[in-house]
Structures are given as C-alpha cells and as structure tokens.
C-alpha cells in the first residue's frame, strides 16, 4: 500500500459505499409517491411562477465581484507564508495589491452595483402594471 494505493482503496471503498445505499434504499425503502410528495420543495414557499424567470443582471454582477474577491483574498495566504523571506519588499507589494482591491471596491459601490433595494433598481420604477415578477420580487421587507 505504499503512495496511490491507500488512496485507490479509500476511493473504491466510498464509491462502493454509495451505490450499495443507493440500491439498498431502492429495495428496503418506503415507496408512496404522492404528488405532494414529488412536487419541487423550495424552502418551505410553494412554487410559483415559471422557472425560468428572467434574473436582474446586479444578481450575476454580485456573484462575479464576489468570486474576484474571494480569489483574491486567496492570494494573501501565500503571501503571508512568506512574509519573513519577502520582507519589506513584499510588503509593499501587499500594500499595493489591497490599494488596487480597495480602488476597485470604491469604484463598484459608487457605480451602485451593491445596491439592490427597489429605489435603485429602474425596473421597478419603469413598470406601469406590476407584474407578478416585480411584485413577487419585492414583496417581502421592503414595504411594498
């Protein structure tokens, strides 16, 4: 079992594991399909509307600046690691480096990326006729 071996083994042991309960459940679980049962669950609200209703494009903003961030942030523990050897030089590279983070994160607050109350959102202020999208959108914590 020296190097990979341990590690083959663990593998097939927990891939085994799974389909067994998998087929196991198959066999010796209860089986009472109701609709109720099989109807999609979402956070204990029924489902209402269509699946794929259109996403404001701030939701996909956030989640980008998010992942960026979060990478970013990734970079700090190497460089913290090495903070001895690298010295004042490398502090000044990290000083640098959360500079540029802190002009970007200025940049997006002030662009109103962050901002996702209805008052800043012009969909909600352009619609005539609420729909069932922007009120369902709004409905619940902000007064509307």
């Not at 459940?25 to 999609?40: C, D, I, M, R, V």
Request: aromatic share 14%; hydrophobic share 45%.
């Amino acid at each position: 079992m020296e190097g990979w071996g341990g590690i083959g083994v663990m593998m097939a042991v927990a891939i085994g594991f799974g389909i067994s309960s998998v087929i196991l459940s198959q066999f010796l679980g209860p089986s009472n399909p109701t609709p109720e049962k099989e109807a999609p669950y979402e956070c204990g609200v029924p489902p209402v509307g269509d699946a794929r209703e259109r996403q404001s494009v701030k939701f996909y903003l956030v989640a980008m600046i998010f992942l960026l961030f979060d990478i970013e942030v990734a970079f700090l523990y190497p460089w913290a690691m090495a903070l001895r050897d690298l010295g004042w030089f490398g502090l000044a590279q990290i000083t640098v480096f959360i500079l540029i983070l802190l002009v970007g994160y200025i940049y997006i607050w002030r662009k109103g990326v962050l901002d996702w109350g209805p008052e800043s959102d012009p969909d909600y202020h352009v619609a005539k006729v609420l729909g069932p999208s922007v009120v369902k959108r709004y409905r619940y914590g902000t007064g509307n």
